[in-house]
């Protein structure tokens, strides 16, 4: 069954540090996003992303987040300059998308834990 | 602003037993999602309810919604160990069909003992 792929696993970054999270959603899904868990909290949207640009995004999503699709299958997320807080597990998903997928979910991918020292 | 409930937050129960669990919300709400995440993974999709009165069933997990409510309930039969995990229900909201922003409930903690 195709599966949303993630790399890397796990990122330790310095406070300051860029980092990029890269993902690679299901190949035919038209719609892709990312999502965080703060450990033991629950999961929280930062952005989704249509037609090359941006479709709704959280207020957590600031100027210092920005997402890419670079080429036909990577999705990406950047933190330009990361802050301890940001440490979480980021989750990107895909869907199909459209009126034929109303009763789709969001397929997630297993995540990349980021840890901001 | 949407806001998803769910409780109990933290379920320890037998083998064998039934339980349910509650997920409320605060607006109107298009789809309700039920997902599983086993400690340190990803998050598996379960369940898509639609329209009030929506049931659906997948071993001894059941899932409904009551849109009026705005309830949905998540029923374990007969639990097993297997059925440890994190339940997640996320609902997005009324016309937001395409941007997939999902609000998730705090989630519950099950945990079957032997």
């Known amino acids: 069954e195709p599966e949303v792929t993630q790399t890397p696993s796990h990122q330790v970054t310095q406070m300051g540090q860029e980092v990029i999270l890269r993902c690679v959603p299901i190949?035919?899904?038209?719609?892709f996003y990312w999502y965080r868990q703060i450990l033991g909290q629950k999961v929280e949207f930062l952005v989704s992303?249509?037609?090359?640009?941006?479709?709704?995004k959280s207020e957590i999503f600031d100027d210092q987040f920005s997402v890419e699709r670079p080429d036909g299958s990577n999705f990406t997320l950047k933190i330009r300059s990361t802050k301890l807080e940001d440490s979480a597990m980021y989750f990107c998903?895909?869907?199909?998308?459209?009126?034929?997928?109303?009763?789709?979910?969001?397929?997630f991918g297993n995540g990349t834990r980021l840890t901001v020292t | 602003e949407l806001k998803v409930e769910q409780n109990p937050l933290f379920l320890s129960m037998q083998e064998g037993k039934n339980y349910t669990i509650y997920c409320n919300y605060s607006?109107?709400?298009?789809?309700l999602y039920w997902y599983r995440q086993d400690p340190g993974k990803s998050l598996e999709s379960l369940f898509v309810?639609?329209?009030?009165?929506a049931v659906k069933q997948e071993g001894r997990l059941m899932a409904s919604l009551d849109t009026k409510a705005r309830l949905s309930t998540l029923h374990i039969t007969a639990a097993v160990h297997d059925l440890s995990a994190t339940y997640f229900c996320?609902?997005?909201?009324?016309?937001?069909?395409?941007?997939?922003?999902?609000?998730f409930g705090q989630g519950t903690t099950l945990q079957v003992k032997p």
């Open positions: 309810l639609l329209s009030n009165g």
């Open positions: 992303f249509y037609n090359n640009e941006i479709s709704e």
């Open positions: 996320a609902v997005d909201r009324a016309g937001s069909s395409n941007t997939g922003k999902l609000i």
């Open positions: 998903a895909s869907s199909v998308g459209g009126r034929s997928s109303y009763n789709s979910p969001l397929h």
């Open positions: 190949s035919n899904h038209l719609y």
């Open positions: 607006t109107t709400s298009d789809r």
